[in-house]
């Protein structure tokens, strides 16, 4: 609904039942809104409250203020779809007027919409995941391990040009291995992006090491190269150089290796690559996730394949990934009996899930296509809005895997409020940029290093957003985005003309 269209619903209580009549047929969102002349809301006006009055034989020339008093059911402006729907549901009504602080409504949501939620990004399956998976049935392998498991590693590895794979439980599970296979131990400090998913960073305090964390450069929104070499310098002069540095690929786009790993070499520290956003991306031209010393890929539900849950970790030493499939299979010893030596994990992935991958997998290609796709109609529709979208330098292809921006100007923090309230409002899931790992209360203390005299992902998590991003959004959902943010973008931008 625009704005425009928004201004139609509203009539006074003069307005007549004929002319109510005709404005409900114009407009055709089944409800119009009958304001005071202060511009409260006085009541709603539907199909049947007209046809009730024809019933009791009101004349269609008698003014909307001559039918029975009913006090509206409303909802404030920071409802959410699911508040909305229940109070939908409870009264069994099909619009809910959304008022503000003075009872203005502002906004109509409607059940057409809060039931066709429209997600920021679901999982999309192809036409072969369930032959594997029946596959997996007819021959009994329903464990963990198994022909699938061996033939998605071999393909994952063969798809990034990267050596080895071994596929597990999680994105997480990925990286928790990793940090041991490069002997993280505890009170060592490993490097981390700050502006990430704290997946990214939880497996740092499973090992009982410190992390530091590293703010973003604005050409790519990872890794800083110059932060990075303060940090790296610091810690030399500290005496405590990290174990590792975990360069995140944020929203499908890879970071500046080619200006990142030379600095890690200088101080001999290797990468940890976490590619859980990026499958799919190519940076000069080779895949995201061939970079690193160890690389992991997650195909959780929201990324841009999936498993249903699962991950993967990549690296060209065959004995290391060896390692870490027996670390992932409760460490044991190639012996009859159950020996063990070291601390193992039940972190492999089964099977079945390995078929959905291999499935997944053929369609990676296109869902790359898919999810560029939707960035460019974004993009095209809303040209001219006082919005940045992340960039994408030359030389890299990004996914996309989120359409992601940020709002221009002051206030960006409050009015990305407004924007997603309003998204919201229309059972629109966006959702903030990550809020950095340093401004997080979990890593309260840990060091952090910006950019430069802009700490930039704080200012990236405060403006941004990102939009929903599926590749199986059809055009009609994009349609609903980007009618519902120009409208939240407007109400934005009128509170701050306001403030
Ligand atoms: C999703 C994600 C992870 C974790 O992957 P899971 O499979 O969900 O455990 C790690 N890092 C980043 C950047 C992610 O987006």
């Given at each position: 609904?625009?704005?425009?269209?928004?201004?139609?619903?509203?009539?006074?209580?003069?307005?007549?039942?004929?002319?109510?009549?005709?404005?409900?047929?114009?407009?055709?969102?089944?409800?119009?809104?009958?304001?005071?002349?202060?511009?409260?809301?006085?009541?709603?006006?539907?199909?049947?409250?007209?046809?009730?009055?024809?019933?009791?034989?009101?004349?269609?020339?008698?003014?909307?203020?001559?039918?029975?008093?009913?006090?509206?059911?409303?909802?404030?402006?920071?409802?959410?779809?699911?508040?909305?729907?229940?109070?939908?549901?409870?009264?069994?009504?099909?619009?809910?007027?959304?008022?503000?602080?003075?009872?203005?409504?502002?906004?109509?949501?409607?059940?057409?919409?809060?039931?066709?939620?429209?997600?920021?990004?679901?999982?999309?399956?192809?036409?072969?995941?369930?032959?594997?998976?029946?596959?997996?049935?007819?021959?009994?392998?329903?464990?963990?391990?198994?022909?699938?498991?061996?033939?998605?590693?071999?393909?994952?590895?063969?798809?990034?040009?990267?050596?080895?794979?071994?596929?597990?439980?999680?994105?997480?599970?990925?990286?928790?291995?990793?940090?041991?296979?490069?002997?993280?131990?505890?009170?060592?400090?490993?490097?981390?992006?700050?502006?990430?998913?704290?997946?990214?960073?939880?497996?740092?305090?499973?090992?009982?090491?410190?992390?530091?964390?590293?703010?973003?450069?604005?050409?790519?929104?990872?890794?800083?190269p110059?932060?990075?070499?303060?940090?790296?310098?610091?810690?030399?002069?500290?005496?405590?150089?990290?174990?590792?540095?975990?360069?995140?690929?944020?929203?499908?786009?890879?970071a500046d290796m080619d200006a990142l790993l030379p600095?890690?070499?200088?101080?001999?520290?290797?990468?940890?690559?976490?590619?859980?956003?990026?499958?799919?991306?190519?940076y000069k031209?080779?895949?995201?996730?061939?970079f690193?010393?160890?690389?992991?890929?997650?195909?959780?539900?929201?990324?841009?394949?999936?498993?249903?849950?699962?991950?993967?970790?990549?690296?060209?030493?065959?004995?290391?990934?060896?390692?870490?499939?027996?670390?992932?299979?409760?460490?044991?010893?190639?012996?009859?009996?159950?020996?063990?030596?070291?601390?193992?994990?039940?972190?492999?992935?089964?099977?079945?899930?390995?078929?959905?991958?291999?499935?997944?997998?053929?369609?990676?290609?296109?869902?790359?296509?898919?999810?560029?796709?939707?960035?460019?109609?974004?993009?095209?529709?809303?040209?001219?809005?006082?919005?940045?979208?992340?960039?994408?330098?030359?030389g890299?292809?990004?996914?996309?895997?989120?359409?992601?921006?940020?709002?221009?100007?002051?206030?960006?923090?409050?009015?990305?409020?407004?924007?997603?309230?309003?998204?919201?409002?229309?059972?629109?899931?966006?959702?903030?940029?990550?809020?950095?790992?340093?401004?997080?209360?979990?890593?309260?203390?840990?060091?952090?290093?910006?950019?430069?005299?802009?700490?930039?992902?704080?200012?990236?998590?405060?403006?941004?957003?990102?939009?929903?991003?599926?590749?199986?959004?059809?055009?009609?959902?994009?349609?609903?985005?980007?009618?519902?943010?120009?409208?939240?973008?407007?109400?934005?931008?009128?509170?701050?003309?306001?403030?």
């Amino acid at each position: 609904m625009t704005a425009e269209e928004f201004a139609e619903l509203c009539v006074p209580p003069t307005c007549t039942l004929r002319e109510a009549l005709l404005a409900l047929n114009r407009t055709a969102r089944g409800v119009l809104l009958v304001l005071h002349p202060d511009g409260r809301l006085r009541r709603t006006l539907t199909d049947g409250d007209l046809r009730r009055a024809a019933l009791a034989q009101v004349k269609d020339s008698a003014p909307v203020a001559d039918l029975p008093e009913r006090p509206p059911i409303t909802i404030g402006t920071d409802a959410t779809f699911a508040a909305g729907m229940a109070l939908l549901d409870r009264h069994q009504i099909d619009h809910l007027p959304v008022v503000d602080a003075s009872g203005r409504p502002v906004d109509v949501m409607l059940r057409r919409e809060l039931s066709q939620r429209i997600w920021l990004s679901s999982p999309h399956l192809g036409e072969e995941e369930t032959a594997f998976v029946e596959d997996a049935f007819r021959s009994n392998w329903i464990a963990p391990l198994g022909p699938h498991v061996d033939g998605f590693e071999r393909e994952v590895a063969a798809y990034a040009g990267v050596g080895h794979a071994a596929a597990v439980s999680s994105g997480t599970a990925a990286i928790h291995l990793a940090l041991l296979l490069l002997g993280v131990k505890p009170g060592d400090s490993v490097f981390c992006s700050s502006l990430t998913f704290v997946g990214s960073c939880n497996p740092i305090l499973y090992c009982g090491a410190q992390p530091v964390f590293i703010d973003s450069e604005p050409e790519t929104w990872n890794m800083s190269p110059a932060a990075l070499e303060r940090a790296l310098a610091w810690s030399q002069r500290e005496g405590r150089l990290p174990r590792c540095v975990i360069v995140v690929n944020l929203y499908g786009q890879s970071a500046d290796m080619d200006a990142l790993l030379p600095v890690c070499e200088r101080y001999g520290v290797p990468v940890l690559e976490d590619a859980a956003e990026s499958l799919g991306a190519l940076y000069k031209g080779r895949a995201s996730g061939s970079f690193g010393s160890i690389a992991v890929y997650s195909f959780n539900g929201n990324k841009i394949i999936t498993t249903s849950g699962g991950g993967i970790l990549m690296a060209n030493d065959g004995e290391l990934v060896q390692h870490a499939r027996k670390l992932a299979t409760q460490a044991r010893e190639p012996a009859a009996h159950y020996e063990h030596v070291e601390v193992g994990f039940n972190y492999r992935m089964s099977n079945v899930l390995a078929g959905i991958g291999r499935g997944q997998l053929r369609v990676l290609e296109q869902r790359v296509a898919q999810r560029r796709q939707v960035f460019d109609n974004y993009r095209d529709a809303l040209a001219g809005q006082p919005l940045d979208w992340m960039p994408e330098p030359a030389g890299y292809r990004s996914t996309r895997w989120l359409t992601c921006f940020t709002l221009r100007g002051p206030d960006a923090g409050r009015r990305r409020d407004l924007v997603l309230r309003a998204l919201e409002r229309h059972s629109i899931e966006a959702r903030p940029v990550w809020k950095p790992m340093h401004q997080q209360p979990l890593f309260r203390g840990a060091p952090y290093f910006a950019h430069g005299d802009q700490d930039l992902s704080a200012r990236l998590f405060e403006a941004g957003i990102c939009l929903p991003s599926g590749s199986n959004l059809t055009g009609e959902q994009q349609e609903r985005v980007i009618e519902q943010l120009r409208r939240a973008l407007a109400l934005a931008e009128g509170w701050r003309a306001l403030a």
